[in-house]
Each structure stands twice: as structure tokens, then as C-alpha cells.
């Protein structure tokens, strides 16, 4: 009763300020509408409401503090669970900086390969050119907008499928159609939007904050800015592009992305009472975290029984990175599985399983199949705790909760990495 007491007096301390401005302001601009006119009211109106949102966000984000040590610190509160303009800060100031994951570099392993997605409200495509260069782009047609290609393949260049205006996959407007008369119009100037890209491995990343010039070279920087001190640590691990391709699992879960990254950051805390499979696959004595720059890692030893005709799935151990803000890698045993977190709204979120094994196992159908199916036995699990956890923030009677300090200090570093990117 105390926490929803609380958090009322909160919202309404937070809300009052912004509603006597806006109130002021609007009076201002009534008494100046002799001098301005109709569009500059509208204007002023816009800028007033983001700055207000803006000063609203901060105060939500402004309820966690990053600097209380993990015994005493309450985690961050509901509203950054459920919150439209808190999603909106996110999007804008998580997911629009720094290198992303994306896809994986097998999706465009020979020229002419592309694929397509979408991260936030951000459109992207990917390509490989007929010189073996990597491409990216927004996937938007530079005449009305239209999206230009979807899913992936090969194309020898992308027609928009509105008008037919043709672009290579360099970018270049090589084509648009039936504009005789147009003037003032220089067809070099409407060549798609680039957008910076890069490889680590097995894995394709873009930076949506980069301007980049049509031509520019792939990003080769990346390991050292995508991972930190880490880079080297994962490709020992035998996180590399030795692995083979398998196939993908996609998830579509009712909750916000943090809460899939809650879940996966508790150090192993919900394995023995939420996935009883497999938890007796692994020995959760041996549960390890450390934290590194923007990484975390978690580890496990498995209880293995590989022999000759008997492979296990874990393996001797089993290896759980997080790369902030929304990937993970896990290696274990010979597979290698990746998750994506995409966020798709305030409450809303899909999760993308990338499935790799080592090479030489990569024809072994029953070992792949009996391990795919034990592999989303778990999924399905983590699924249904998600969605059960978001609907649990949504209720009047959740605000914070607290930190099990001994295990969940990867949750906590997740935690202040996101306070810190949120922070003007
Ligand atoms: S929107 Fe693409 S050609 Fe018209």
C-alpha cells in the first residue's frame, strides 16, 4: 500500500510542474497571437511538448540511481517497463548510438546476397555488391518512401516496387522512371541513405549514429568498439566464424525488451525453479559472472556425459554473453545460439534464435533435432516468466523491487549501463 501511495504522489509531483507550464505558455502565446502567426504558435506548441517529455523522461530516469551499491539499490521502477516516452528515450538514445547486432555474416556470404529488418522505426538493409563490398542502407525509397526490398535473397539491384525507381547496391539512383520535365533534380543526390556498417566474426552489426559518405569502407573498428576488452576473450571462447550456420527461431513476447534481459541476467537464479530440464544439465554450484566494460559474462560447467556415440548438448561448459544492450551469445558444448532482442513497443518485444554448431556435427539430424527441441522447451518457458513479470509491472501494486547481490550484479551493470546512456 505504501509503494502504490508512493508512487502516486510521484506521478502527480512529476506531472503538476509540466501541466502549470504548459499552462503559462499557452497563455503566453495567446497573448502574443497579434504578433506571430499561426504556424509559429503550432511550433512553439510542438517544442513546448518535447521539452516536457523530455524534463518528464529524465525524471523517470532519474529513479534509479546508479551509484547505490548493489546490497541497498532498489531496481529501476515500473515506468521503465511500461512508459511510451520512456520507450521513445530508449530508442533515440540506446538503440540509435552505438553498434547494433543485426544479422549474421552467412545471410550475405556471396555478392548479390541482401537482407532486410527493422530496429525501432529504423528501416535497414544489408548487401554484399557484385565486388564483394558490404553495403547498408535505409531501406526507403528516396521518391515517396516506399519500403524497397523486404526479406532477403539476391538481387542484382533493388526496384521499388511503388514506381519502379532502380537502385544498385552500391546505393546509386540508376533508374527513375517517367520524370521528364522534373527540374532542379540531379540524380546523384538520390541515391539510397548509407548507414555505417561492420563485422565481428560471425555477426553483422550497423552504427545508426554515424554519418557516412555513399562510399565509405566497412567498419573494421568494430570489435574493439562493439566489445571492448572482450573481443578477444569471445573469439578464445570459440565464438567465432568457424561455426556453421543452422537456422532461426523467432519469438514474438508480450513484455518490454528489458524484461527478456532481466531474465537472462540473474545469474542462473531462476534456472532450478523455471527450467528444470535444464538445470539438470548443468552444474549451477559452479554459476560465474564477471562484468566487463559494456559485457557481461556469465558461465557454467555442465554436467556432461559426451562420449563417442552419446554428444551432449551443454558440453563441459557452458558460456552466457551479454552485449549491451539487447545480444546474446551462448556457447556450449558444440553449439553456438544467439539472441536478439528487438523492441518493438513499450510492451512488446521479439526475440531472434540464430542456432550455429561446429562443423563437423552439422549433418548429425537427430542430435541437432533432440537439441532444438530442448533448446525451446526453455524458450517457451522464458516466455511465459516474461510475460507473467510484464504483467506483474503493469499492476498498481509493483513499483521497484530489490537486487539478490550475490547473483544478479549483471542485471544491476545492465541496469546503470542503460541509466548512463539515458542520461542527458
Ligand atoms: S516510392 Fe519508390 S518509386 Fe515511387
Known amino acids: ?249 523467432v519469438y514474438d513476447i508480450e513484455c518490454n525488451w528489458k524484461v527478456f534481459c532481466d531474465n537472462y541476467l540473474d545469474g542462473g537464479y531462476h534456472v532450478p525453479y523455471a527450467h528444470k530440464g535444464l538445470a539438470s544439465g548443468l552444474e549451477l554450484n559452479s554459476y560465474s559472472t564477471t562484468i566487463h566494460e559494456k559485457v557481461s559474462i556469465q558461465s557454467c560447467d555442465g554436467g556432461s556425459t559426451e562420449s563417442e556415440d552419446d554428444i551432449d548438448r551443454l558440453g563441459s561448459k557452458a558460456l552466457y554473453a551479454f552485449i549491451y544492450p539487447n545480444f546474446m551469445i551462448n556457447r556450449y558444448g558444440p553449439w553456438m545460439d544467439t539472441n536478439l532482442v528487438l523492441p518493438l513497443g513499450p510492451r512488446k518485444c521479439q526475440v531472434i534464435f540464430d542456432y550455429f554448431i561446429e562443423a563437423h556435427l552439422k549433418d548429425d539430424k537427430d542430435f541437432i533435432e533432440r537439441s532444438l527441441v530442448d533448446s525451446e522447451s526453455v524458450q517457451i518457458e522464458d516466455v511465459v516468466l516474461c510475460q507473467g513479470v510484464q504483467r506483474g509491472l503493469e499492476t498498481p501494486a509493483y513499483c521497484s523491487g530489490r537486487y539478490a547481490p550475490a547473483v544478479e550484479n549483471a542485471m544491476h551493470h545492465f541496469h546503470q549501463l542503460l541509466h548512463n546512456n539515458l542520461k542527458e
Open 1 to 249: 500500500m505504501a509503494m502504490t501511495m508512493s508512487t502516486a504522489t510521484t506521478t502527480a509531483a512529476l506531472l503538476k510542474p509540466m501541466i502549470t507550464t504548459h499552462r503559462f505558455l499557452l497563455l503566453q502565446t495567446k497573448r502574443h497571437a497579434s504578433i506571430i502567426t499561426q504556424q509559429q504558435r503550432g511550433s512553439l506548441v510542438v517544442a513546448i511538448s518535447v521539452l516536457q517529455t523530455d524534463h518528464y523522461c529524465q525524471k523517470l530516469v532519474d529513479e534509479f540511481d546508479p551509484n547505490i551499491p548493489i546490497e541497498k539499490a532498489l531496481t529501476p521502477p515500473s515506468s521503465w517497463y511500461t512508459d511510451p516516452s520512456f520507450y521513445d528515450l530508449e530508442l533515440h538514445r540506446v538503440f540509435y548510438k552505438g553498434w547494433q547486432a543485426v544479422g549474421y555474416t552467412e545471410q550475405i556470404k556471396n555478392p548479390y546476397d541482401f537482407f532486410t529488418g527493422r530496429l525501432g522505426n529504423v528501416e535497414f538493409l544489408v548487401c554484399r555488391d557484385d565486388d564483394g563490398k558490404i553495403h547498408a542502407f535505409h531501406n526507403v525509397c528516396r521518391h515517396h518512401a516506399s519500403l524497397l526490398a523486404s526479406g532477403n535473397g539476391q538481387k542484382s539491384c533493388f526496384v521499388c516496387p511503388y514506381h519502379g525507381w532502380t537502385y544498385g547496391l552500391d546505393g546509386a539512383l540508376l533508374k527513375a522512371t517517367r520524370i521528364t520535365g522534373i527540374q532542379n533534380f540531379d540524380v546523384n543526390e538520390f541515391g539510397l541513405k548509407p548507414l555505417k556498417v561492420g563485422t565481428w566474426g560471425p555477426f553483422v552489426l550497423l552504427n545508426l549514429d554515424k554519418e557516412i559518405l555513399p562510399q565509405q569502407e566497412v567498419d573494421n573498428t568494430v570489435g574493439s568498439e562493439w566489445l571492448g576488452s572482450c573481443s578477444e576473450l569471445l573469439s578464445a571462447s570459440g565464438v567465432d566464424s568457424s561455426l556453421s550456420y543452422l537456422c532461426r527461431r
